[in-house]
């Protein structure tokens, strides 16, 4: 069979204040009719640069060479795109191929409806005959794609439909136009787990359904074990491994792949070694009983309950995973234990004492250390790394005298590997996984009796989550603090959580050790959070997909 | 801020491109010189900005340009060419003090107001609303005349001068520096200082203030030249400073005024073009500076294939 796209000897550099920045080194891609190809990689390794550069979305500043060719899957793909005259990309585009990008609130317009975006491609390629008969073909595609009660959603703005639906929207503007490739740039990657599955589900659909080939890239193992044929990764520009999926993961040749998959948490494989040696006489570190958390609505309208009665416990060196989708209140447990946000109702102790509420300056500071999600955006700009670090030993003892404090920074850089070079360097001279070891730091800086991490390892690529995670339990071994461990990723929870809470719209849905709760979940909720889950390994998923319900139980 | 453009400055004029770079490099220039010429002002100007007489007796009224005089003398008897130098010095001081008298409170002002927000805060942003109603010229006018009865003294002209231009530039700086602080308190490494325990003061010090105070160099490039402006017009509106303590442009178009239709054109071109100048010079230093911060501007095309180390930035 001949080929959709055959990229050859692709090359893109980026001019930058500094000089040209290469991107892409050489790529060689094809694919064929049908078949999903995913572009695997760490963020900086140009498989966004590679896919953008097939329907001619680089920025001005890139400088291309090299051949990306489109074809109609009838004969060898003749036309590059790289060369086309403005007006023959715009015909190529949407008809031989189309993109579906990762934010489908960002992707849609929000001043249009569904149904008059889903036109726009019809229009523009002069296709669908009459107003009448492409609102038809519209609502057909909404319908085909799964939105539910298509005649009325056709009318919808974006903002009134899910996040799940816009993507299927996205999805439906590709697909009116009969286009032979989809390329989706991190499809799922905004998306809830639960969602995630569907909008996967729905790409499967694309190709036994439609045929269309499907262009797929991601970070996410699991995803690629779900959907894709063939697998290329790729590693500072260049594919360093191009392989069918099942004997990629089976056997990864090149030792990148090896890493990269090995860093990967697989779910269901048994995370910590049993509870720690918790006193369970001991004072509880935090009790909360039905806490609950509002955010005020707007004048005259009614605010929002993020948290509605929720009750657990943190005992002295334990570590409590909390999970749930966005919306879930996870976050927001977190925040209103480190005080930053005020706690509407409910009790919530801390070390015994109970948090009183509006003090502006809680007792508490300084005793709970707080990892945050982002670490590019967690440290002041300003600030040396050493600084950002000693800045609680600064406030809260700085009788130590600065001599003192600058040497308590630099033993806590060593404390999480960093080499105290980097304490004198600015944030922004830091890659993620650095960042973070220095978020930590700071965060452990006062020896706190708790850690709430946040999040702490999902703005990171695959292989500097596993250190960090590594680095996190090794700490936590060494030191014995409490943890609020807050993710939406089951893995990683399962990997570093004695137990587990899990939330549903801002009350408990679950709750237990880890290995019983995403073991053999009871609730309902749970089992569908935990079968959602896209498995890292293509064999498994196949199965897990076929009955959802036994594989949909981890560690079988 | 500074810093930065300090470091991308030299780099941008090698590699700006065509409009952009001409425009930098003019305000520039032109900025350059009349610093250069307020600073340098007593040894550049052949007589000083108040002399009638040298060795050789008086001046004399509305002399032609000759070698003693290269721009002639005005309707008063001074040197045109002295007056227009020494002129420099008066601009560039209503600029450092119109400044100052501003930049200071308005960035405290917006720092409390939105850091803290509130009460406070509502207040603040009405009464810089409120501020904004009073045409400057009209205030200067009153300030001049409330501070020394309108024939004014140097302190008193640019002292009216200078308190005008800050009443109507405060609440530029409050509100611009009240958006970045309102913005900033947001950022994660706020909450991260909070969750330590830092106070609000030194959480508004150590980590707001620096964060939000990067526009302000643009601002107050733009705002010299109304500085100038202000002064300038209270000169020609007769109620600038007295030709005795100051050389000032504003007063000298003013008395240039009749000499225009009796063909005599050296007493009102010179001060015309120093005022011209040098407005053109900052708003466009201000201007570049602008395209400079703002990267989404700065146009980049093809670059020189040159392989660095680092890689792209996808995702």
């Given at each position: 069979?001949?080929?959709?796209?055959?990229?050859?000897?692709?090359?893109?550099?980026?001019?930058?204040?500094?000089?040209?920045?290469?991107?892409?080194?050489?790529?060689n891609?094809?694919?064929?009719?049908g078949?999903?190809l995913?572009?695997?990689?760490?963020?900086?390794?140009?498989?966004?640069?590679t896919?953008?550069?097939?329907?001619g979305?680089?920025?001005d500043t890139?400088t291309v060479?090299?051949?990306?060719?489109?074809?109609?899957g009838?004969s060898?793909?003749?036309?590059?795109?790289?060369?086309?005259?403005?007006?023959?990309?715009r015909?190529?585009?949407g008809?031989?191929a189309?993109?579906?990008?990762?934010?489908?609130?960002?992707?849609?317009?929000?001043?249009?409806?569904?149904?008059?975006?889903?036109?726009?491609?019809?229009?523009a390629?002069?296709?669908?005959?009459?107003?009448a008969e492409?609102?038809?073909?519209?609502?057909?595609?909404?319908?085909?794609?799964?939105?539910?009660d298509?005649?009325?959603r056709?009318?919808?703005?974006?903002?009134?439909?899910?996040?799940?639906?816009?993507?299927?929207?996205?999805?439906?503007?590709?697909?009116?136009?009969?286009t032979r490739?989809?390329?989706?740039?991190?499809?799922?990657?905004?998306?809830?787990?639960t969602?995630?599955?569907?909008?996967?589900?729905?790409?499967?659909?694309?190709?036994?359904?439609?045929?269309?080939?499907?262009?797929?890239?991601?970070?996410?193992?699991?995803?690629?074990?779900?959907?894709?044929?063939r697998?290329?990764?790729?590693?500072?520009?260049?594919?360093?491994?191009?392989?069918?999926?099942?004997?990629?993961?089976?056997?990864p040749?090149?030792?990148?792949?090896?890493?990269?998959?090995?860093a990967?948490?697989?779910?269901?494989?048994?995370?910590?070694a049993g509870?720690?040696t918790a006193?369970?006489?001991?004072?509880?570190?935090?009790?909360?009983?039905?806490?609950?958390?509002?955010?005020?609505g707007?004048l005259?309208?009614?605010?929002?309950?993020?948290?509605?009665?929720?009750?657990?416990e943190?005992?002295?060196?334990?570590?409590?995973?909390?999970?749930?989708?966005?919306?879930?209140?996870?976050?927001?447990?977190g925040?209103?234990i480190a005080?930053?946000?005020?706690?509407?109702?409910?009790?919530?102790?801390l070390?015994?004492?109970?948090?009183t509420?509006?003090?502006?300056?809680?007792?508490?500071?300084?005793?709970?250390?707080?990892?945050?999600?982002?670490?590019?955006?967690?440290?002041?700009?300003l600030?040396?790394?050493?600084?950002?670090?000693?800045e609680p030993?600064?406030?809260?003892?700085?009788?130590?005298?600065a001599?003192?404090?600058r040497?308590?920074a630099?033993?806590?850089?060593?404390?999480?590997?960093?080499?105290?070079?980097?304490?004198?360097r600015?944030?922004?001279?830091?890659?993620?996984?650095?960042?973070?070891?220095?978020?930590?730091?700071?965060?452990?800086?006062?020896?706190?009796?708790?850690?709430?991490?946040?999040?702490?390892t999902?703005?990171?690529?695959v292989?500097?989550?596993?250190?960090?995670?590594?680095?996190?339990?090794?700490?936590q071994?060494?030191?014995?603090?409490?943890?609020l461990?807050?993710?939406h990723?089951?893995?990683?929870?399962?990997?570093?959580?004695?137990r587990?809470?899990?939330?549903?719209?801002?009350?408990?849905a679950e709750?237990?050790?880890?290995?019983?709760?995403?073991?053999?979940?009871?609730?309902?909720?749970?089992?569908?959070?935990?079968?959602?889950?896209?498995?890292?390994?293509?064999?498994?998923?196949?199965?897990?997909?076929?009955?959802?319900?036994?594989?949909?139980?981890?560690?079988? | 801020?500074?810093?930065?453009?300090?470091?991308?400055?030299?780099?941008?004029?090698r590699?700006?491109?065509g409009?952009?770079?001409a425009?930098?490099?003019?305000g520039?220039?032109l900025?350059?010189?009349?610093v250069l010429?307020?600073?340098?002002?007593?040894?550049?100007a052949?007589?000083?900005?108040?002399?009638?007489?040298?060795?050789?007796?008086?001046?004399?009224s509305?002399?032609?340009?000759?070698?003693?005089?290269?721009?002639?003398?005005?309707i008063?008897?001074?040197?045109?060419?002295s007056?227009?130098?020494?002129?420099?010095?008066?601009?560039?001081?209503?600029?450092?003090?119109?400044?100052?008298l501003?930049?200071?409170?308005g960035?405290?002002?917006?720092l409390?107001?939105?850091?803290?927000?509130?009460?406070?805060?509502?207040?603040?942003?009405?009464?810089?609303?409120?501020l904004?109603?009073?045409?400057?010229?009209?205030?200067?006018?009153?300030?001049?005349?409330?501070?020394?009865?309108?024939?004014?003294?140097?302190?008193?002209?640019?002292?009216?001068?200078?308190?005008?231009?800050?009443?109507?530039?405060?609440?530029?700086?409050?509100?611009?520096?009240?958006?970045?602080?309102?913005?900033?308190?947001?950022?994660?490494?706020?909450?991260?200082a909070?969750?330590?325990?830092?106070g609000?003061?030194?959480?508004?010090?150590?980590?707001?203030?620096?964060?939000?105070?990067?526009?302000?160099?643009?601002?107050?490039?733009?705002?010299?030249?109304?500085?100038?402006?202000?002064?300038?017009?209270?000169?020609?509106?007769?109620?600038g400073?007295?030709?005795?303590?100051?050389a000032?442009?504003?007063?000298?178009?003013?008395r240039?005024?009749a000499?225009?239709?009796?063909?005599?054109?050296?007493?009102?071109i010179?001060?015309?073009?120093?005022?011209?100048?040098?407005?053109?010079?900052?708003?466009?230093?201000?201007?570049?500076?602008?395209?400079?911060?703002?990267?989404r501007?700065?146009r980049?095309?093809?670059?020189?294939?040159?392989?660095?180390?680092g890689?792209?930035?996808?995702?």
């Amino acid at each position: 069979m001949t080929d959709l796209l055959r990229i050859e000897e692709l090359h893109v550099d980026f001019a930058t204040d500094t000089g040209a920045v290469p991107a892409v080194r050489g790529v060689n891609l094809s694919v064929a009719p049908g078949e999903v190809l995913a572009l695997v990689g760490e963020s900086g390794s140009g498989k966004t640069v590679t896919a953008r550069s097939v329907l001619g979305l680089l920025p001005d500043t890139a400088t291309v060479r090299g051949r990306v060719l489109l074809g109609a899957g009838t004969s060898e793909p003749g036309e590059d795109v790289l060369t086309a005259p403005a007006a023959r990309l715009r015909a190529l585009r949407g008809t031989h191929a189309a993109m579906v990008f990762q934010e489908p609130s960002t992707a849609l317009n929000p001043v249009f409806t569904i149904g008059w975006q889903l036109t726009e491609g019809l229009r523009a390629h002069g296709r669908g005959g009459s107003k009448a008969e492409r609102r038809a073909l519209a609502v057909d595609w909404l319908d085909k794609v799964g939105i539910p009660d298509p005649a009325t959603r056709v009318d919808h703005y974006p903002h009134q439909l899910s996040g799940g639906q816009k993507q299927r929207a996205v999805i439906a503007m590709a697909l009116a136009l009969d286009t032979r490739l989809i390329v989706a740039d991190e499809p799922t990657t905004a998306l809830d787990v639960t969602v995630q599955a569907e909008i996967l589900e729905l790409l499967h659909r694309c190709r036994t359904d439609f045929g269309t080939a499907v262009l797929l890239i991601t970070h996410n193992m699991g995803v690629v074990a779900d959907l894709a044929d063939r697998v290329a990764v790729m590693r500072a520009g260049q594919v360093v491994e191009q392989a069918p999926v099942r004997d990629l993961f089976a056997a990864p040749a090149h030792p990148y792949t090896r890493k990269l998959l090995a860093a990967v948490p697989h779910f269901g494989t048994g995370g910590r070694a049993g509870p720690q040696t918790a006193d369970v006489q001991a004072q509880h570190v935090v009790r909360a009983s039905g806490l609950v958390v509002d955010y005020p609505g707007r004048l005259g309208r009614k605010g929002f309950r993020a948290v509605d009665g929720v009750s657990f416990e943190i005992r002295p060196g334990e570590v409590l995973g909390l999970v749930g989708e966005s919306g879930s209140g996870k976050t927001t447990i977190g925040r209103a234990i480190a005080g930053l946000t005020a706690v509407t109702g409910g009790q919530l102790e801390l070390f015994g004492e109970p948090l009183t509420r509006n003090s502006r300056k809680p007792r508490t500071a300084g005793r709970i250390g707080y990892v945050f999600q982002d670490p590019a955006t967690s440290f002041n700009p300003l600030l040396t790394i050493a600084e950002s670090i000693a800045e609680p030993l600064v406030v809260h003892r700085r009788e130590l005298g600065a001599q003192e404090i600058r040497a308590q920074a630099e033993s806590l850089l060593e404390a999480v590997r960093l080499p105290r070079a980097y304490a004198d360097r600015y944030p922004h001279e830091l890659s993620g996984g650095q960042r973070q070891r220095a978020g930590l730091a700071r965060a452990l800086a006062l020896r706190p009796r708790l850690l709430i991490a946040d999040e702490p390892t999902s703005a990171l690529d695959v292989s500097v989550q596993a250190k960090v995670l590594d680095l996190f339990g090794e700490l936590q071994r060494e030191l014995g603090f409490a943890a609020l461990f807050v993710s939406h990723d089951l893995a990683v929870v399962e990997q570093v959580a004695d137990r587990v809470v899990v939330l549903h719209r801002g009350r408990i849905a679950e709750e237990g050790p880890t290995s019983q709760v995403l073991g053999s979940p009871q609730d309902d909720y749970t089992r569908r959070l935990v079968a959602a889950l896209p498995v890292p390994d293509p064999v498994r998923q196949a199965r897990r997909q076929q009955h959802p319900v036994e594989e949909g139980v981890a560690g079988s | 801020m500074a810093l930065v453009l300090a470091r991308r400055l030299p780099l941008r004029l090698r590699t700006g491109a065509g409009v952009q770079r001409a425009m930098l490099l003019t305000g520039l220039v032109l900025t350059g010189l009349f610093v250069l010429t307020a600073l340098l002002g007593p040894l550049l100007a052949p007589h000083g900005y108040a002399q009638l007489r040298d060795g050789g007796g008086l001046f004399g009224s509305q002399q032609h340009p000759s070698g003693a005089h290269p721009l002639g003398t005005t309707i008063s008897g001074y040197d045109v060419l002295s007056r227009t130098v020494w002129g420099a010095r008066t601009a560039l001081l209503i600029i450092v003090v119109a400044l100052l008298l501003s930049v200071v409170p308005g960035t405290v002002l917006g720092l409390v107001s939105g850091y803290l927000g509130g009460k406070l805060d509502r207040l603040l942003v009405g009464l810089a609303d409120a501020l904004y109603a009073f045409p400057p010229l009209l205030l200067a006018i009153l300030m001049s005349l409330v501070i020394s009865g309108g024939r004014s003294s140097l302190v008193g002209g640019l002292g009216a001068a200078a308190c005008s231009v800050a009443v109507s530039f405060i609440p530029q700086y409050f509100r611009v520096v009240r958006a970045e602080v309102i913005r900033v308190k947001g950022e994660p490494f706020v909450d991260a200082a909070r969750v330590i325990g830092t106070g609000p003061w030194r959480i508004m010090t150590r980590h707001v203030l620096r964060n939000s105070v990067r526009t302000l160099p643009l601002i107050f490039t733009i705002n010299a030249s109304e500085a100038i402006l202000t002064l300038a017009g209270l000169g020609f509106l007769g109620f600038g400073i007295e030709p005795n303590s100051a050389a000032e442009w504003g007063y000298d178009l003013n008395r240039a005024v009749a000499d225009v239709t009796a063909g005599i054109w050296w007493t009102a071109i010179p001060p015309g073009l120093g005022i011209v100048l040098t407005v053109l010079g900052t708003t466009l230093l201000g201007e570049g500076l602008t395209d400079l911060a703002d990267p989404r501007l700065r146009r980049r095309t093809g670059a020189p294939t040159l392989p660095t180390d680092g890689g792209g930035d996808d995702d």
